[in-house]
Each structure stands twice: as structure tokens, then as C-alpha cells.
């Protein structure tokens, strides 16, 4: 399958600070899917992304794909304490979905 | 979501003891999954099932064995468990439609597992 690194690992802000995860491969990626979980929960999709420089938004959350497909962004505006979680992205390939290791997000009210 | 069951939720067992987790689902979703999640490691994929008749290795089968009893249940079989199999596991579903690249997962609440 497809391989994807996700950065960062871990991420401490202040609540209303922004927060920004990264999810980048080496090789061009058909789609690319985000994923919450919140602590103790499980994963939930958040969106799915497939064309060439495309960017979603969801209220505070803003995603985007890059022009080349390789390399993907969540990006969350004033965090507040709902935010709290780990985001993990997703590749789809070979018929498998494959995930980044994720990111933990924790907020420093 | 309370479409996708697992059950146990958390189970504690010896080193050697035979495990099943179990998975049901009422979405009607031909595909299922099973993960396992590690800390730092994120999710990672055991087997996965397309229909009753078709069971796929994952990334990380060796140890592990499932059957597709029926649309709605797929079962995870640890035949001898180890230490390093203590681990949280989803279980996940997804629909196919024809044209779609890919549909979005619906996971289970998780099991909790730990082999002593």
C-alpha cells in the first residue's frame, strides 16, 4: 500500500492558537481522507479530498491537497477544547485504506 | 456509532489462550475491517473482507485469522495470543458504489485488549 508520514507527531497549543498537521508521500496519491478520534473514542471521517489543489472547508477546519498530489494539510483555526484528539490522514490504495500515524492534539485551555 | 458493534469492549488474557473478537454491523456495507492500533503507530491493517466469499491479508495478518460469518459479521481470532498483541482493535465498514474512488470508513467503538 500506499505510504503516507504525517507530521507532526504531537502538538500542544493554547486554546484559540491555530493548528496545522501534515500529511506528505513520496508518490502521487488518488485521494486522500482525514480522520478524528477523540480521546478514549474511535475514528470518525471528516472529509475526503481528490483533485489537484483542492481546499474544503468545515467551519473552523480548513483542508486542503496539494497541486501535485502528494502532500496534504488540516488546518484548524482559534482551536478550542473540542478540538482535543488525534487527526489522522488516510491513503486509499490497492484497495486498502492506509493511515499516517497521526497527530495528537492537545489544548492548553 | 452504534451501526458498528464489537464485543467484548476490553478483555484480559493469558499469553497462549485462543481469543475471538467479534464485529457486527447494520449498514448494509458489503466491506469490513479490522485494524489494530498501536500508540505512534496509528492504524494498522490486519484483514479486510469484501464480501462472505472474499478474505484479504492486511499489513500485519501473521498471528491472526477471521471469518466472514455472514454481510454483517466479521470475526478476529488470535489462535495463540502473545504479550505483543495487547492492543486496542477496530473494527470498520465501508460501502462500495461504483464510480466513487473510495468511501469513508465507519469504525466500531474499539476493543480494549491485553495479553498478560
Known amino acids: 500500500g500506499q505510504q503516507v508520514m504525517q507530521i507532526p507527531q504531537y502538538q500542544h497549543v493554547q486554546e484559540g492558537e491555530d493548528f496545522t498537521t501534515y500529511c506528505n508521500s513520496s508518490t502521487t496519491l488518488s485521494n486522500i481522507q482525514w480522520y478524528k478520534q477523540r480521546p478514549g473514542g474511535h475514528p470518525v471521517f471528516l472529509i475526503q479530498l481528490v483533485k489537484s489543489g483542492e481546499v474544503k472547508k468545515q467551519k473552523r477546519l480548513t483542508f486542503q491537497f496539494g497541486e501535485a498530489k502528494k502532500n496534504s494539510s488540516l488546518h484548524i483555526t482559534a482551536t478550542q477544547t473540542t478540538d482535543v484528539g488525534t487527526y489522522f490522514c488516510?491513503?486509499?490504495?490497492?484497495?486498502?485504506?492506509?493511515f499516517g500515524t497521526g497527530t495528537r492534539l492537545t489544548i492548553i485551555p | 456509532d452504534a451501526d458498528v458493534t464489537q464485543t467484548p469492549r476490553n478483555r484480559i488474557t493469558k499469553t497462549g489462550k485462543r481469543i475471538m473478537l467479534e464485529c457486527s454491523q447494520t449498514k448494509g456495507h458489503d466491506r469490513m475491517y479490522w485494524y489494530r492500533q498501536d500508540p505512534g503507530l496509528g492504524l494498522r491493517l490486519i484483514y479486510y473482507?469484501?464480501?462472505?466469499?472474499?478474505?484479504n491479508k492486511g499489513e500485519i495478518s501473521d498471528g491472526y485469522s477471521v471469518s466472514r460469518q455472514a454481510q454483517a459479521k466479521f470475526s478476529l481470532s488470535l489462535e495463540s495470543a502473545i504479550p505483543n498483541q495487547t492492543a486496542l482493535y477496530f473494527c470498520?465498514?465501508?460501502?462500495?458504489?461504483?464510480?466513487?474512488?473510495?468511501?469513508?470508513?465507519?469504525f466500531g467503538p474499539g476493543t480494549r485488549l491485553t495479553v498478560l
Open positions: 470498520a465498514t465501508s460501502d462500495f458504489r461504483s464510480g466513487y474512488l473510495h468511501n469513508e470508513q465507519f
Open positions: 473482507s469484501f464480501d462472505v466469499k472474499d478474505i
Open positions: 488516510a491513503v486509499f490504495g490497492n484497495e486498502k485504506l492506509t
